[in-house]
């Protein structure tokens, strides 16, 4: 069947027995720096609940699966049919089979449908026709974006669709096509060696980071849309010079953690630096530190932030204390929640520090560091 101009999709029925000979379930992993499959694991509840019904007297599952091939498998139009209606076409798809292949190296993905897969495999019936949808492609980010497209009515975690947009081809709704930038940005601190957020960040193939994914999403989209990163951004597309923006996060939050060494890297129920307050906070710190360098025609490196940063050193409470926010306002240093109210409350208070300290430090002796613009 033809959609719109150039698409081609191809609808059949199989033997769900005979899926697992030419398909695989393509699962979520990271092999080294890139992210491989897109597939949620499955979920046995549901899975199981799937497999009784099937095993039932009259069980009926209309909804197809929808599976990925790649260029191995071809379309032979039958000549001896037309039809009239000029966007269908009979025919045979030839699709290899070798039983002994890998699960990695089989022609065919299944981008929706895993459980039902799953649930006619190991239901005890002797077969169980199912509806396919296929579409032929040699790219794994157009199976990507299809993934997303086909889950984004369910409940898919928003990390999971955060951490494939980097690597999607092709359209997406406007506001995931927002994330896709901020989604690669985040992804290079999460693994260049260089970054002092490397495997620091928790995601659905990291979940060993210490610092949520969404919360550097966040302070990364903030600072595109009003901070410092902006000056590097194309906002008619929404991209922009990544590696001009990554000359501003890499040495900033490196100058953070060596400034605040004893708070860096701890989970966040032990340090609020690496919580979603703190990450927030600091990046609006970052633009406001950034924005002044620019304006004086600098771009500030690792030991400008670093000398910036040492002027809030004895004035933050990231792992015990208290925030002293003014004469009566006191709260213990784990209070502070990530809500929109104690971030404009920290960030008030890092603003107001800094710049008193700063001025201070400028009448005493004034800068000569940073690099040119």
């Given at each position: ?167 999607t081809d092709g359209p997406l709704p406007p506001a995931l096509m927002r994330k896709r930038f901020p989604s690669f940005v985040v992804e290079r601190l999460n693994f260049d060696d260089d ?5 620091l960040i928790q995601t659905p193939t990291s979940p060993d980071g210490v610092v949520k994914g969404n919360s550097i999403l966040r302070m990364v989209e903030n600072s595109l849309t009003n901070g410092c990163l902006y000056h590097y951004r194309d906002p008619d597309t929404g991209s922009g010079d990544i590696e001009e923006m990554l000359l501003v996060l ?124």
């Open positions: 069947m033809r959609q719109g101009s150039d698409r081609q999709l191809y609808t059949f029925a199989v033997d769900g027995k005979e899926l697992p000979k030419f398909t695989t379930v393509s699962r979520v992993r990271r092999d080294e720096r890139q992210i491989a499959g897109y597939q949620r694991p499955e979920v046995l509840a549901h899975v199981a609940a799937i497999r009784s019904y099937i095993e039932t007297a009259s069980p009926m599952i209309p909804n197809a699966i929808v599976v990925a091939f790649d260029t191995r498998v071809r379309f032979e139009p039958s000549e001896a049919v037309t039809m009239d209606n000029g966007y269908v076409t009979p025919g045979t798809l030839i699709v290899p089979v070798d039983e002994d292949l890998p699960d990695e190296d089989k022609p065919g993905w299944v981008v929706d449908g895993q459980q039902r897969c799953a649930a006619v495999r190991e239901a005890e019936v002797d077969s169980f026709p199912l509806c396919i949808t296929a579409f032929i492609t040699a790219s794994a980010g157009e199976q990507r974006a299809q993934f997303i497209l086909v889950n984004s009515t369910k409940p898919l975690p928003k990390g999971l669709v955060y951490e494939l947009l980097p690597s970054s002092p957020f490397y495997q890499k040495p900033f939050w490196q100058a953070v953690q060596t400034v605040f060494e004893e708070a860096w890297g701890l989970p966040p129920r032990r340090s609020r630096l690496m919580h979603g307050v703190g990450i927030a906070s600091l990046g609006y710190l970052m633009d406001a530190i950034t924005d002044e360098y620019i304006a004086r025609g600098m771009l500030p490196d690792e030991p400008d932030y670093v000398a910036e940063l040492e002027l809030l050193r004895d004035e933050c409470a990231w792992t015990g204390g208290y925030w002293q926010f003014d004469p009566d306002s006191r709260r213990r240093w784990n209070e502070l929640q990530n809500t929109p109210k104690d971030i404009n409350l920290l960030t008030g208070y890092l603003h107001r520090t800094y710049r008193r300290l700063s001025q201070a430090e400028r009448q005493r002796a004034p800068h000569e560091h940073g690099s040119e613009v």
